[in-house]
Nanobody, 117 residues
Framework: QVQLVESGGGLVQPGGSLRLSCAAS????????MGWYRQAPGKQRDLVAV???????NYADSVRGRFTISRDNTDNMVFLQMNSLEPEDTAVYYC???????????WGQGTQVTVSS
């Protein structure tokens, strides 16, 4: 089993920045992919950014150039630096991890990001 714990959400004004963090813990797992999804009220959960084993990254078109995903392999952590935030970025952000060998998906509990003046 893998546990994911997010932190760093909050309220920010349009144009501001936030940094989300996610720490993965558990027994004997290897990571295939780790990243972030988000879900706004009344909408489906969508990909924001993901880092895949080997170094490739995928970003949603709506955040490319504003958000940056990074990872600390030593501590099994993933970060999302969010700049130039817009009201449309308001959502619950979920940390995501897929294990390497069993291809199991895990989710964090979610952290609220609200962009409003």
């Amino acid at each position: 089993q893998v546990q994911l714990v997010e932190s760093g959400g909050g309220l920010v004004q349009p144009g501001g920045s936030l940094r989300l963090s996610c720490a993965a813990s558990g027994s004997a797992f290897a990571i295939n992919a780790m990243g972030w999804y988000r879900q706004a009220p009344g909408k489906q959960r969508d990909l924001v950014a993901v880092l895949i084993n080997g170094g490739s990254t995928n970003y949603a078109d709506s955040v490319r150039g504003r958000f940056t995903i990074s990872r600390d392999n030593t501590d099994n952590m993933v970060f999302l630096q969010m700049n130039s935030l817009e009201p449309e970025d308001t959502a619950v952000y979920y940390c995501y991890l897929r294990t390497l060998w069993t291809r199991q998906d895990y989710w964090g509990q979610g952290t609220q990001v609200t962009v409003s003046s």
